[in-house]
């Protein structure tokens, strides 16, 4: 690869769940591509993972602000021979120890889902194994099952059990799901509009503050203060368990518009933490009214989970892990570094999947829609 200048290598280590392992247990490689980062991670069905390892392209797209999905997936094809070459290498295993083969098959940017699944479809064939489709929603829906942590992300680590409630918050995707079972999710709400973590993205932008939005936003809003701007709630006072991040977006553009004030850190970083404020509470919102619901009641899931990319924020992890005790929930989350896309997610979601039996029959069309009612 020479790309080297374009591309940050992250290995994410280990992890060790589960120090037992037996004759039965399986390793799986998964494969992760649908967005800006080449992913992949080798996990075992005991929950541990044995290496993974993370190409982010965030130089290549932070002079454009967002992600230019052509130049993503170019990326992709530089790095993912890499990418497997040196998880299979940090983990000590070789291609033939693989026993599963999982790679995103979307919903994602499709030129990158193409890449991730070509070369997973190659490996699974050239060694006769298993080959799993996963979804992308479901590698951060089921990866607190891979491994969960408190609030602050220093908890002890384990594993969330069936059925649990569901905030699902990443750069595409805003959703509260019950999840009764692997391939089984229930949508309870849903944005109207932009996702959570389009709106971090969006009011970083506006600030000049650069890409991606969330992690900035949340370390200014940290030392910020949130009554300093008033930013709408929108739908907060409506039934339902539906968003909307839109208008919030919109207030803040017209906000700065307007503003004669001198734009420097003190303002900046009220500016964020008043945003986030808005957007914490509209999550508590309609997760309030989520678990109202006559569908939440009778399935009484002991467990209040985020996922995706945005359940890196700070105070969205505090708020939810506040609420779920209020209702006399759990709290879980992933671990930081599992929050956004990796190769960990989807290798374990290839086993839950493999575990019930669901693999590739016949040649699969990676698709940009997918979502995860639909599996
Ligand atoms: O799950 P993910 O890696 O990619 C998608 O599947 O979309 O999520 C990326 C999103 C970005 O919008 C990013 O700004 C947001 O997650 N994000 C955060 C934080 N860290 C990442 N949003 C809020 N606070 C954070 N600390
Ligand atoms: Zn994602």
Redesign the pocket.
């Known amino acids: 690869m020479n790309s080297d200048d374009k591309l940050i290598r992250i290995d994410m280590g280990s992890l060790q769940s589960n120090a037992e392992t037996s004759a039965d247990t399986v390793l799986c490689l998964g494969i992760e591509s ?2 800006d980062e080449t992913s992949a991670a080798i996990v075992d069905s005991n929950r541990n993972v044995l290496s993974h390892i993370i190409y982010s392209q965030i130089p290549e797209h932070q002079k454009y602000g967002g992600v230019v999905p052509e130049l993503a997936a170019r990326a992709h094809i530089l790095a993912i021979d890499t990418v497997v070459k040196q998880t299979l290498d940090a983990a000590g295993k070789s291609i033939n120890d693989i026993d599963i083969v999982a790679a995103t098959a979307g919903p994602g940017l499709i030129g990158g889902v193409l890449v991730g699944w070509m070369a997973a479809t190659g490996i699974a064939q050239s060694l006769q194994k298993p080959l799993i489709a996963v979804n ?2 479901e ?2 829906a089921l990866v607190p099952r891979l491994s969960a942590t408190a609030a602050d992300g220093n908890g002890e680590g384990g594993s969330v059990e069936f059925p649990y409630l569901l905030m699902l918050a ?3 995707h805003c959703q509260i799901l019950l999840v009764h079972n692997v391939g089984k999710y229930e949508l309870i709400g849903q944005t109207l509009d932009d996702s959570a973590g389009e709106a971090f993205d969006k009011v970083s932008k506006m600030l000049g503050l650069g890409y991606p939005g969330g992690p900035i936003v949340d370390k200014r809003a940290r030392i910020g203060n949130p009554e300093r701007f008033h930013f709408p709630r929108p739908l907060c006072d409506k039934p339902g368990c539906d968003f909307s991040f839109s208008g919030i977006k919109t207030a803040a553009r017209i906000m700065l518009d307007k503003n004669t004030e001198e734009v420097n850190d003190e303002f900046i970083n009220d500016f964020c933490a008043s945003f986030q404020a808005a957007v914490v509470d509209c999550i508590i919102n309609r997760l309030t009214h989520a678990m109202d619901t006559d569908i939440v009641r009778n399935t009484k899931p002991k467990t209040l989970v985020v996922a ?2 945005v359940a890196k924020n700070s105070a969205i992890r505090a708020a939810m892990e506040t609420c779920a005790t209020k209702h006399g929930m759990i709290f879980a989350a992933p671990p930081m570094n599992l929050c ?2 990796n190769g960990a997610m989807i290798a374990w979601a290839g086993i839950e999947n493999w575990r019930i039996g669901n693999i590739v029959k016949e040649p699969v069309a990676p698709r940009p829609r997918w979502p995860l009612n639909e599996l």
């Open positions: 649908s967005c992308h929603l590698g951060h990443s750069g595409g995706g990319g956004t896309d």
